[in-house]
Each structure stands twice: as C-alpha cells, then as structure tokens.
C-alpha cells in the first residue's frame, strides 16, 4: 500500500484516499472525494446503483475495497459529460424517461456506458444482460432499453436502432 | 394552423440533467459543515418490556455529541400519521422489531456505531401475539396498553345479499391470503436537520408530505411550525412507504439536541426492518352468479394485520373494501373489514392502498365462476362491467366509465384472445401455457368528505421566465412535470420557461401529501386555476395593446394568438408591460378535489369518485416439474383520462408492471415470530431486468369530465393492481388448478400441482 494512502485515476484526474481495512471504494468515492453522483442502495453488492468503470470493467463500488482501487482508472457519472455536453447516452435517458427517481440512473448508466463501448450495436438481449444487476423499482427497464439503442444510433452516426 | 401544445407532449424532467449528470442532491449526499451521523438503536425483540436502559456510557464516549431516549424528548413522543400510538423512541415496551429506542450523534459512522453499543438495555421478552385471530381473542395480551386490538372492524352491505344468494345459480367460495410487501424504493429513508442561527429547525426530507412532516417535527420538538421548515431533496423512490415520516424528527431531536447537523439514514436492512409494508390480508369471498353469467352478489370477511400500530390501516382496509367487488356492476354486496393489532412488522401504505389485495380476490372470484359456467372470462368481464353512470355497490354514479370495456377490449385485441388456442399449449412435456387476465378500478383522491386540497403560488417574471412553487413531493412519480407542463400550457410559454421549486415548507403551500393517484388532478387543477388568473391579465394587456376582444386571443408558443394565427406580438413584452407598470403576475392557488352532489346517504365511508381503470393480461409459461411461471407475454391498457406528460404515463405503467410482476410470483417478507426473516435486496426477491417480459402497453384517454385538469386523471396507483390476478388466471388456465395465495411462488405452485395430483409427484 503506498505511502499517503491509495492513489489512482478517478475522471482522468490523479486522486487520493485512505486506505483502512473495512473502507470500500463507494465511501472513498462518496466520502473522501465528495463525487456523491455515486449512489448507496443496498451496501451489499445487490443493487448495483454503486456501479462504476474500474479499468473497463463495471464494478459495484461497494464491493471494491479500496486498496484493491491502488493504481486503477476509475470512471464514475460524474465524468461522462465532456466540454462539448452530455454523454449521448445521458441526453437519451432524459428524453425516454429511462428513469423517474433517478437514484439507480448513475449506476445505470455507467452499465451502459461500458457496454456501448464493447458493443456499439446492442441487442435487447444484450442491454438486459448488461442491466442485470441494476436494481430499478421505478421503471420495468423498458425505457433504459429504448434509451441506450437511441443512443447507441446516433453514436454510430444517426443510423436507426439496430 | 395551430401551435404545439406542450400538454401531451414527450418532455423531459425538469431536473433531468441534473439526474443524468450526478449531481442531483438525495438527502445521503447533503454536505454541510460539522455535519454529524445519527444512528438509531432498534429492539432485539417483537415483544418485550423495557426493564432497564442507560446511555451514560454512550454518551461519555469522545465525538458523541447526543444520546437520546424517550425522556430526552421534549415534546410529544409520538407520530401522527392518524393516531398517536407509535412512539419515535420506547418507553416501557418494545412492540415490534422496528421499534427504536435511543438515537445517538456522532462525529463519524465508526463513533455512532460505538455509541449504539455502549446503550445499557435489559429486555424483559413477553410472549407475543402474531396470529390476527388469535390477537382478536377476548383473553389475548393488550398489544398497546389501553388500546382494544382490533382497530377497526366495519361493516358494509348494500342489497339484500341474502336474497340474491339463495336465488343463485352458481356460488364460488374461496379464502384468499397475501402476505407481506416491501417497497424497495431505492434510496432508503433519510433525513437531514439543522438548526441555524434564528432558531429556525430545516429538515430536509426524504418524503411524501412535507407539511404534515413539519407538522410531526414541531410536535415532537415543542416548537411552533413557524420554526421548522421541511425541504424535500430529490427522493429516490417511495411508493407509499414514505408516506408517513420515519426518522425526520430523530434527526431534527438530535440536531436540536447536539447543536450540530445531523444526517441520519437508514441502511438496507433497517430500512426493510421498519418501514410499513403491504397488509397481509386474509379474505373469505363468495360470489353468486345466476346461470347466463350476472355476478348477483358478493360476500366478503376480510381479516387484516396491521402490526402493532394504527398508522394507515383504518384507510388502507376501508379501501379494500371499498373495491371488493372490483369494477362490475353488483347490486348486493356485504363485506366486513377487520383490522387487528399484532408484535408483527407494521402496515401501512403501499402504491395501490389495499386494491392490490382486493383485486386479487375479485379477478380470481371471476375466474372461477367463468370456469363453474363455462363462459368465457372476457364475456363474464364485459357483461358485468361499469359503464358511465353506473351507480356502483359503493353509492357512487360512475362518471366516466367507458374505458372499463374499452380497455378490456382493447387488452384482448393485443394479445390475441380469440385466437390463443391456436397457440402450442404444451410446447414440452413438462410445460403447459396459459393466458389469463384482470381488470380493475381504483379511485383517485383522498376520498369525499376528507380534506384534500392543495395550493400553489405561481409568479412570471418581467422575461416571461415562470417559477412555480408547490408543496407536492416528487419521488419520481414526474408531478413536477406534470405542474411545468399545465403552467406552460396556460401561461402560452415553453415548457423549459417553467422552474419549479422542489417542495419547500418556506416557499410552498401545503398540497397535501403525494399519494392517493391525486396530485396531478388536486395540484393540476391548483396551477390551472393559478396561471389563468396570471394569463386574465396578459389577456387583457394584449386586448388592449391589440384593440381585439380578450375572448378572440390565445397564448401559445411565447406569442399572442388571434383567429389561429400569431399576432406578432409576444408573451416576453406583455410581461415587460405588466411589469412595468405594476399588473401582478403573480398568483396563489388552493383547489379541492371535487365531489359531485348526488350520493345517497347510506353510500360508502370515504368513497372515492374518480377512477382510473385498466386491463392487464399475462401469457405464462409454467413448468410444472418445478413450479416457475414464466410472465412471457403481459399486455397492459390503461385509462388516462387525457396524457398531461406521456413519458410519465408509460413510465409508471412499465413500473407498475414490474412490481406487479414481482407481487405476483416472488415477493415476500418471510417473517417467523414476529422477525423478517429477509431483510435484504439479495433474500426478497425482485424481479430485475432479465425477468420481465418485454411489455405491451397502450393507453386510453376517456376524458374525466368533473375534477381532472384538462380531463386528466391520476395514473399512478393502478398499474401494479391487476398483475398478480392476471397471472394467477393464466396459471390456473395453463395447469387447471387454481391458487389462491400470493406471491405464487414455485413451492406453491407445485402444491397447487400436488393438490391436483395426490401421489403423483411422490415417485
């Protein structure tokens, strides 16, 4: 474990937090960073609104310790908009009422970001599986389906959904 | 040509960019200096006597800065929801495993987590009363001391029942059980309070009423309401379960205690350990039937278990009984509603308000009598249904009721009825499909003679920018939509021109609180009301300007409309003129939710009047070697009265549908002794992304002629209504047994299967 704790990339800047034995990369994410787009639901790995990008890979936050985080790239919501505006994929969300409270949204959407990035052609199937784990009680998924095939369109160009 | 009109129209949230980018503030994400963490301290048993509790080593440890008990509360230690039978902490007894009795802050979790166990408590456990009949016992231990255990027991009968069952052709009797729910809502209850320099007390809250959470905070502290503000934060989820407060006033005790902040959230498993949940009901129902299909009468005993407290029970039960017997036209009905008093988790609202249960029981009665006469269940559906004007066995003339067919119709078409028997019934030898369907109403409002109002204040600035403050929480339900929407509609801007103030006690009137399917039509009509005194007088700045009659002008799209054209001149400079020459453009609103006249006197208690009405209807596949149901098709159609915001529509009939899936096959709280034996998201099984069907949805838009803004009418309760009996009904069509417990999960479907097969499954 380094010296001053664990560092790593977190939205492309350096970034530091304490590493104890129990404190999971949610709190570190949460707590120490202030990045509270993240959100707690369940603690437990159950829910998935904790879901970040850790070298590509989505992972619940809750689940990661944090010294596990040590020199990894880390990629939470708040990082997907860039200078020129909202990720694509974000705008789609608002636009197709992929959400009503929004709390499972960050989590959400960083499952589907990592999937549009391995696959820019998502079947239902695929969106589903990539969702599995992200526990929504406002919404039957539908509309996350419909807004990550809208977004995955244009992304590839204004074709229409695959 | 006419401009787009932005009621109907596709929009967005008001706070979706601030959703989609993080940083949309829940209350577990409130920041502020020296903010501390609360934490409460829950009993270990359903039922205990407090024979000794002491916090003096808690409070001695370093960065404790509060440790509370009942004593320490100075004013009343009670919430009130309806009646104040529920302490915030213990006094002598503990009553069920979600009874608190301390609550401490602290500098960090870690301390707050150390001072919880450093409380001194010696429990005296008392054998407790988990079986509704046997708490109903003339012998049975007071629940709580004073209080009969039976709450309420009532009741109804409208006919003469007697009669119409003796004159039967056919009689189906069944008992039907549902047990216990959970919400889920993803943010768990939470509360952040602070005391600021003026000895103003702000809660920001994690809830579905607002002003009655600031009512219950001033209560508990002894303060005036002048002294205490509620402020909802975004709020991930409710569904009912925050419909009463939780911990708002620990947070506000502690803060006010502590002169420091605190937040204080429940996590997971205190959150499921306890919050209300659905009543488990136990119903004995029998309906008569004459030979060519007329439902002549329904009887109804329905024993429900509150748990230990009052809280919503007296209303959710008299709902269930209000829709007993669903949305037909029954001329003799009798049914008797018994809410009792147990050590078990407490009861109380959850999306729908004891439809669900109701509807269970009647979708499945008219199943089984469309099997005893052998009549298709869509012929039995359409020759017994409510039409416009019909007088219901409640006293209440139907105001709108085509869509009561319409959608029964419409559900039919999608799915195929006629032609599913064409359709592989045993694609392999252990599967069997099977369609069935239900059809429900449920009422919009509070009920008639019950407060139910709601105020706005609207305001438009000198730019035409338009700020709408209300007291209506958004859980995600979309009412802030919804206000946007009504107010752009009436005042001619765009909809983005509208910023609503998320509900704010300091800002905001009172609009009661956001359950009930009853905002869109109590709150919309408020901002109508609002924006047409506001648009009177931009009206008449433009006769003037215009020279035209006021009555020959519109408001549409930022411009002065006349004889369908816009005149060039636009809603900013009207603004501009009130402005400056002092013509208010800013009004405040109370509407009331509207109930006709013409009920007679002997009709039901707290009746509801508007009502939304849809059809669902489910395609399984069961596998009768382990029980699974497979949901592979579920059609839902559903009335609207007219779409204000239709992302909002399809999304709380999708998420009804969802819940309404898990209602049905897996949803339960295990709960032994008093103690749930599931309180986590990884043990309660809900349904996730990869077990629902793609679903198939239509809505209907049958105009509500009294009461609804625009015609609109409340959407939100009824979708997770009809699911559980329409999958029940394509289980029983696809094996030919029937189920008569909820959820249907596998073991219980095999036992159907057992009962069917005795022996057969033993080898």
Redesign the interface.
Known sequence: MAEGGIRCTVNGQEARFEAGPERTLLQALREELGLTGTKDGCSSGDCGACVVIMDGQPVNACMVLAPQAEGARIRTVEGLAAAGGLHPLQRAFGETWAFQCGFCTPGMLMSCVALLEANDRPSRDDILTAIAGNFCRCTGYQAVVKAVQQAAAEMRGGEGPA | MTAPAVVGR?V??P???E????????C??I?LPGLLTGKLLYAPHPRARIARLDVGKARAIPGVHAVLTHADIPGENSYLYAEPDQPLLAEDEVRFQGDAVAAVAAEDERTAAAALAAIEVEYEPLPGVFDPLEAMREDAPRIVAGEDNVIMREVYRTGDVEAAFAAADVVVENTYRTRWAE??????EGAVAQLDDEGVLTVYSSCQAPHRDRMQIARALGLPESRVRVVTP????A?GGKDEAHVQMHAALLAHAARRPVRLIR??RESILTHVKRHPITVECATAASRDGRILAVRARAIADAGPYTNATYEVVNKFGEFIGGPYRVENLEVEKIGVRTNNPISGAFRGFGAPQAAFVYESQMDDVARELGMDPLELRLLNGVETGTRMYTGVVVRAGDAMKASLRRAAELIGWQGRTAQERQPAPQLRRGWGMATILKGSGLGRGLGDHAGVVLEMHRDASVVLRSGAAD????IVTVMAQLAAERLGVEYDAVRVVRADTAQAPDAGASCASRQAMVSGNAVLAAADSIRATLLGLAARKLRRDQAELDLRAGEVWADGEPSGLTVRELAERASAWGYPLHAEHVSHFEYPPDVPEASYRFSQEVFQFCTQVAQVLVDCETGQVQVERLVAVHDAGRMINP??V???I??G???GIGYALTEELVVSEGRTLNP???NYV?P???D?P??EMDVLEFPEPVGGPLGAKGIAESPIIPTAPAIRNAILDAVGQPLYELPMTAERVLAALDRAAPGAEDG
């Open positions: 596709w967005s949230a706070g979706a960019a959703i989609v980018t993080g940083d949309a503030r829940y577990p994400d920041r919400h889920a809502f993803l943010e768990t975004y709020i991930g989820g569904f996590d997971r859980m995600g339900q979309g992302g909002g399809y999304g709380q999708e998420g549908l969802a819940q986590s998201l990884e809900i996730m992304a990869l629902i793609a679903l």
